[in-house]
Protein backbone atom coordinates (compact mmCIF):
# COMPACT_ATOMS: atom_id res chain seq x y z
CA UNK A 1 0.00 0.00 0.00
CA UNK A 2 1.63 3.44 -1.01
CA UNK A 3 0.52 6.81 0.89
CA UNK A 4 1.02 10.32 -0.01
CA UNK A 5 -0.21 13.63 1.24
CA UNK A 6 -0.80 16.97 0.70
CA UNK A 7 -0.85 19.93 2.77
CA UNK A 8 -2.17 23.38 2.20
CA UNK A 9 -2.69 26.75 4.02
CA UNK A 10 -5.62 28.74 4.76
CA UNK A 11 -6.68 32.12 6.96
CA UNK A 12 -10.23 31.92 7.91
CA UNK A 13 -12.83 32.92 11.08
CA UNK A 14 -15.24 30.92 12.17
CA UNK A 15 -17.52 30.71 15.84
CA UNK A 16 -18.60 27.45 16.69
CA UNK A 17 -22.65 27.02 16.89
CA UNK A 18 -23.91 25.83 19.85
CA UNK A 19 -21.00 26.52 22.14
CA UNK A 20 -21.30 26.18 25.75
CA UNK A 21 -25.30 27.20 25.59
CA UNK A 22 -24.71 29.91 22.61
CA UNK A 23 -22.52 31.04 20.16
CA UNK A 24 -18.70 30.92 20.41
CA UNK A 25 -16.80 34.70 19.85
CA UNK A 26 -16.18 34.64 16.50
CA UNK A 27 -11.60 34.04 15.90
CA UNK A 28 -9.20 33.89 13.43
CA UNK A 29 -7.05 30.74 12.93
CA UNK A 30 -4.14 30.00 10.08
CA UNK A 31 -5.97 26.39 9.11
CA UNK A 32 -3.23 23.65 7.84
CA UNK A 33 -4.95 21.20 6.19
CA UNK A 34 -3.34 17.31 4.72
CA UNK A 35 -5.10 15.30 2.52
CA UNK A 36 -3.83 11.64 2.21
CA UNK A 37 -4.46 9.67 -0.76
CA UNK A 38 -3.68 5.47 -0.95
CA UNK A 39 -3.25 3.27 -3.82
CA UNK A 40 -1.89 -0.42 -3.97
CA UNK A 41 -0.90 0.36 -7.55
CA UNK A 42 1.33 3.56 -9.30
CA UNK A 43 0.48 4.82 -12.01
CA UNK A 44 2.74 4.86 -15.08
CA UNK A 45 4.95 7.41 -13.79
CA UNK A 46 5.64 5.81 -10.35
CA UNK A 47 3.02 7.92 -8.85
CA UNK A 48 -0.02 7.06 -6.82
CA UNK A 49 -1.90 10.36 -8.56
CA UNK A 50 -0.34 13.42 -9.65
CA UNK A 51 0.43 15.74 -6.61
CA UNK A 52 -0.62 18.76 -9.17
CA UNK A 53 -4.27 17.07 -9.89
CA UNK A 54 -4.79 17.11 -6.00
CA UNK A 55 -3.35 20.61 -4.89
CA UNK A 56 -6.39 21.89 -7.36
CA UNK A 57 -9.03 20.05 -5.76
CA UNK A 58 -7.78 21.13 -2.31
CA UNK A 59 -7.05 24.64 -3.38
CA UNK A 60 -10.97 24.16 -5.17
CA UNK A 61 -12.33 23.11 -1.43
CA UNK A 62 -10.90 25.52 0.27
CA UNK A 63 -11.13 28.91 -1.68
CA UNK A 64 -14.60 29.24 -0.33
CA UNK A 65 -13.52 29.22 3.22
CA UNK A 66 -9.98 31.35 2.95
CA UNK A 67 -10.28 34.69 4.15
CA UNK A 68 -14.34 34.14 5.34
CA UNK A 69 -16.33 34.00 8.12
CA UNK A 70 -16.90 30.09 7.94
CA UNK A 71 -19.89 30.27 10.11
CA UNK A 72 -22.09 32.42 7.24
CA UNK A 73 -20.68 30.50 4.45
CA UNK A 74 -23.67 28.10 2.52
CA UNK A 75 -21.94 25.25 3.76
CA UNK A 76 -21.95 26.04 7.15
CA UNK A 77 -24.91 27.88 8.25
CA UNK A 78 -26.84 24.84 9.49
CA UNK A 79 -24.09 22.73 11.25
CA UNK A 80 -21.22 24.76 13.03
CA UNK A 81 -18.16 24.85 11.46
CA UNK A 82 -15.64 22.89 14.23
CA UNK A 83 -12.52 21.41 13.02
CA UNK A 84 -13.68 17.93 12.27
CA UNK A 85 -17.06 19.16 10.29
CA UNK A 86 -14.44 21.17 7.97
CA UNK A 87 -12.58 18.15 7.73
CA UNK A 88 -15.67 16.44 6.94
CA UNK A 89 -16.40 18.93 3.93
CA UNK A 90 -12.77 19.10 2.67
CA UNK A 91 -13.05 15.15 2.48
CA UNK A 92 -16.53 14.96 0.77
CA UNK A 93 -15.64 17.98 -1.32
CA UNK A 94 -12.20 16.58 -2.99
CA UNK A 95 -13.47 13.06 -3.09
CA UNK A 96 -16.39 14.43 -5.02
CA UNK A 97 -13.84 15.86 -7.45
CA UNK A 98 -10.67 13.17 -7.39
CA UNK A 99 -12.50 10.23 -10.11
CA UNK A 100 -8.91 7.82 -10.15
CA UNK A 101 -9.27 4.24 -10.61
CA UNK A 102 -6.63 2.92 -7.86
CA UNK A 103 -5.75 5.61 -6.25
CA UNK A 104 -8.66 6.69 -2.94
CA UNK A 105 -8.91 9.35 -0.84
CA UNK A 106 -8.32 8.13 2.82
CA UNK A 107 -8.57 10.85 5.30
CA UNK A 108 -8.32 14.70 5.77
CA UNK A 109 -7.03 16.38 8.76
CA UNK A 110 -7.45 20.07 9.72
CA UNK A 111 -5.26 21.59 12.22
CA UNK A 112 -6.78 24.91 14.46
CA UNK A 113 -2.74 25.75 15.40
CA UNK A 114 0.19 23.20 15.98
CA UNK A 115 -1.85 21.77 19.00
CA UNK A 116 -5.27 20.65 17.71
CA UNK A 117 -6.50 18.91 15.00
CA UNK A 118 -9.30 16.66 13.80
CA UNK A 119 -9.59 14.60 11.27
CA UNK A 120 -12.29 12.78 8.83
CA UNK A 121 -12.13 9.40 6.89
CA UNK A 122 -14.70 8.91 4.42
Known amino acids: MFEIGVRKKFTARHALRNYKGGMERPHVHDWRVEVVFRSDQLDEAGCVIDFCDIDSKIEGAIAGL ?3 CVHDTADFINQSPSAENIARHIFKTVSSEINH ?17 ASYRG
Open 66 to 68: AGK
Open 101 to 117: PEAKLHKVTVWEDADHF
